[in-house]
């Protein structure tokens, strides 16, 4: 059973990091904001040269969610890596904490991160260039449900590799995420991808957020319905996929003495 | 009553390529109360052992009860009732120490947490520290820090992995009394890591002396150093470590 007073207590000690820290912080609110000004400025320069749609919200719109999903796995191996830097796994794990317990600290805490992330850079977007993300409605929930999902899942993945792995691969806890940027179709259609990695997109969930999200705002029609059942079970999959490789890398992790010298 | 039976506890590392077999099958138990030492040269064993203890690492074979239950299937309730102070293990750098303190208090459940960290940082001697960042603490600071973690559930079964190693001599002796006093104030059993000979001679009741991953012997300090016609416990140590001593 999952202890509510230990997910509190990790979720405190990864807050208290965030207070403490300046570039922690920065990652909440700084780089979002960057991102979203150079993009948001390219867009609206591409706009200008008479394209017809409005491409630059698409853009926008597409950078926002794919902050949003990269930020999130990031976030569950950084909070891994924090401990492993600091030399804390040992006194963290010599608690009753579970590994369950510390998964769900992870997520609530990068969900609440990511919520105040989305809604700085969703007002940000509405005041600088006018795009309302929120007008996008119930089925703008539904995505940023799906990219939350995705992204735990990937962080899940990320974080294992760091179980088996440690500080040697800490560089894919930034960059793993970054492989499938190309084919997610984050700011074009995927039907100029070429065919072998058409292919592979069709696997990933996010490339039908980012498609279906291309749509409503150039064409302000909703994506098939078939699109929305995929998304849900290629989520369903990924997720269950993800804390599985977790919990093996995390029991795997144990018998090799790993958190007593995260190397 | 015995508190810990640990029963032909094997640890191997990479079984299938090169295995190392870091503990041969040991086997002791630790009565409630007692101190119970174990002693051994660097690689011996003896974290491995406490490691296994708190669960940090998982043995290849053999059984361990703590407090009456089979530990690897009452995990959770078992470490709650224990804690562990190593000095090969440090807190959250960018945390201060009353927040370290308040994080593993919450860990454990611990209500009025805020009377039980003033009470310890008191008793270790840094209340003035209360607000400096782990990363900012001296070795012995931090030793310090480790210590009122490791005190900060009330623990029925305390591990110590050389626990003193980077203190003064003088706080080291405060410690060593405090430690002391709890044990018999609270029938606290204590399990023990240590190369200060003189210090594991006062504090423990008996010692397990490991020698390449099994036990040569277990007795009292004076025991042992009688048994080996030795002043004391650190001849009978090295006599041990240089193969004088027929296993």
């Given at each position: 059973?999952i202890?509510?007073?230990?997910?509190?207590?990790?979720?405190?000690?990864?807050?208290?990091?965030?207070?403490?820290?300046f570039?922690?912080?920065?990652?909440?609110?700084?780089?979002?904001?960057?991102?979203?000004?150079?993009?948001?400025?390219?867009?609206?320069?591409?706009?200008?040269?008479?394209?017809?749609?409005?491409?630059a919200?698409a853009?926008i719109?597409?950078?926002?969610l794919?902050s949003?999903?990269?930020?999130?796995?990031r976030?569950?191996?950084?909070?891994l890596?924090?401990?492993m830097?600091?030399?804390?796994?040992?006194?963290?794990?010599?608690?009753?904490?579970?590994?369950?317990e510390?998964?769900?600290?992870?997520?609530?805490?990068?969900?609440?991160?990511?919520?105040?992330t989305?809604s700085?850079?969703?007002?940000?977007?509405?005041?600088?260039?006018?795009l309302?993300?929120?007008?996008?409605?119930?089925?703008?929930?539904?995505?940023i449900?799906?990219?939350?999902?995705?992204?735990?899942?990937?962080?899940?993945?990320?974080?294992?590799?760091?179980?088996?792995f440690?500080a040697?691969?800490?560089?894919?806890?930034?960059?793993?995420?970054?492989?499938l940027?190309?084919?997610s179709?984050?700011?074009?259609?995927?039907?100029?991808?070429?065919?072998?990695?058409?292919?592979?997109?069709?696997?990933?969930?996010?490339?039908?957020?980012?498609e279906g999200?291309?749509?409503?705002?150039?064409?302000?029609?909703?994506?098939?319905?078939?699109?929305?059942?995929?998304?849900?079970?290629?989520n369903?999959?990924?997720?269950?996929?993800g804390?599985?490789?977790?919990?093996?890398?995390?029991?795997?992790?144990?018998?090799?003495?790993?958190?007593?010298?995260?190397? | 009553?015995?508190i810990?039976?640990?029963?032909?506890?094997?640890?191997?590392?990479?079984?299938n390529?090169?295995?190392?077999?870091?503990?041969?099958?040991?086997?002791?138990?630790?009565?409630k109360g007692e101190?119970?030492g174990?002693?051994?040269?660097?690689?011996?064993g003896?974290?491995t052992?406490?490691?296994?203890?708190?669960?940090?690492?998982?043995?290849?074979?053999?059984?361990?009860?703590?407090?009456?239950?089979?530990?690897?299937?009452?995990?959770?309730?078992?470490?709650?009732?224990?804690?562990?102070?190593?000095?090969?293990?440090d807190?959250?750098n960018?945390?201060?120490?009353?927040?370290?303190l308040?994080?593993?208090?919450?860990?454990y459940?611990?209500?009025?947490?805020?009377?039980?960290?003033?009470?310890?940082?008191?008793i270790?001697?840094?209340?003035?520290?209360?607000d400096?960042?782990?990363?900012d603490?001296?070795?012995?600071?931090?030793?310090?820090?480790?210590?009122?973690?490791?005190?900060?559930n009330?623990p029925?079964?305390?591990?110590l992995?050389?626990?003193t190693?980077s203190?003064?001599p003088?706080?080291a002796?405060?410690?060593?009394?405090?430690?002391?006093q709890?044990?018999?104030?609270?029938?606290?059993?204590?399990?023990?890591?240590?190369?200060?000979?003189?210090?594991?001679?006062?504090?423990?009741?008996?010692?397990?002396?490991?020698?390449?991953?099994?036990?040569?012997k277990?007795d009292?300090?004076?025991?042992?150093a009688?048994?080996h016609?030795a002043?004391?416990?650190?001849?009978?140590?090295?006599k041990?470590?240089?193969?004088e001593?027929?296993?």
């Amino acid at each position: 059973m999952i202890e509510v007073h230990r997910v509190k207590a990790f979720m405190l000690r990864h807050a208290y990091e965030i207070l403490a820290t300046f570039d922690r912080k920065l990652d909440i609110i700084f780089w979002p904001t960057v991102d979203l000004l150079i993009f948001g400025l390219l867009s609206v320069y591409i706009q200008r040269l008479n394209v017809g749609a409005n491409v630059a919200a698409a853009i926008i719109g597409g950078l926002i969610l794919w902050s949003l999903v990269y930020n999130i796995q990031r976030d569950i191996s950084v909070t891994l890596l924090e401990d492993m830097w600091s030399r804390n796994l040992f006194n963290l794990f010599a608690t009753p904490l579970k590994v369950s317990e510390m998964l769900m600290g992870t997520l609530i805490l990068s969900l609440l991160k990511a919520m105040v992330t989305i809604s700085f850079t969703t007002f940000l977007a509405w005041q600088l260039f006018d795009l309302n993300l929120l007008s996008l409605g119930l089925v703008l929930a539904f995505y940023i449900l799906n990219l939350f999902v995705f992204g735990w899942a990937f962080g899940c993945l990320t974080a294992s590799i760091i179980f088996r792995f440690g500080a040697r691969v800490q560089i894919f806890a930034w960059s793993l995420l970054a492989v499938l940027y190309p084919v997610s179709g984050v700011f074009y259609p995927l039907s100029t991808l070429p065919a072998a990695l058409a292919r592979i997109a069709q696997f990933l969930p996010i490339s039908y957020v980012f498609e279906g999200l291309r749509e409503l705002i150039l064409y302000q029609r909703l994506p098939p319905s078939s699109d929305f059942v995929w998304i849900v079970v290629l989520n369903v999959i990924y997720l269950a996929m993800g804390v599985l490789v977790f919990v093996h890398g995390f029991k795997n992790a144990k018998q090799r003495g790993w958190f007593i010298h995260p190397i | 009553m015995d508190i810990v039976e640990v029963k032909n506890l094997r640890k191997t590392y990479s079984p299938n390529k090169n295995p190392v077999h870091a503990l041969r099958g040991i086997s002791f138990s630790v009565a409630k109360g007692e101190v119970f030492g174990i002693l051994g040269v660097n690689g011996a064993g003896k974290s491995t052992t406490l490691n296994i203890l708190i669960g940090l690492l998982t043995p290849t074979a053999g059984t361990i009860k703590i407090l009456g239950k089979d530990f690897f299937k009452n995990e959770e309730e078992i470490k709650n009732r224990m804690n562990i102070a190593t000095a090969y293990a440090d807190l959250a750098n960018n945390l201060s120490v009353y927040r370290n303190l308040k994080v593993y208090a919450l860990m454990y459940g611990v209500r009025n947490y805020e009377h039980k960290i003033n009470e310890l940082i008191e008793i270790f001697g840094i209340k003035h520290l209360k607000d400096k960042w782990f990363g900012d603490l001296s070795a012995g600071e931090r030793t310090r820090l480790n210590l009122s973690k490791s005190l900060i559930n009330d623990p029925e079964i305390l591990l110590l992995d050389e626990p003193t190693a980077s203190l003064d001599p003088s706080i080291a002796a405060h410690i060593r009394d405090h430690l002391l006093q709890l044990q018999k104030r609270k029938q606290l059993t204590i399990i023990f890591t240590s190369h200060n000979m003189p210090e594991v001679e006062q504090m423990c009741d008996r010692v397990a002396l490991l020698h390449q991953g099994q036990i040569y012997k277990i007795d009292t300090p004076d025991g042992l150093a009688a048994s080996h016609k030795a002043p004391g416990l650190e001849e009978v140590f090295i006599k041990l470590a240089r193969g004088e001593i027929e296993e």
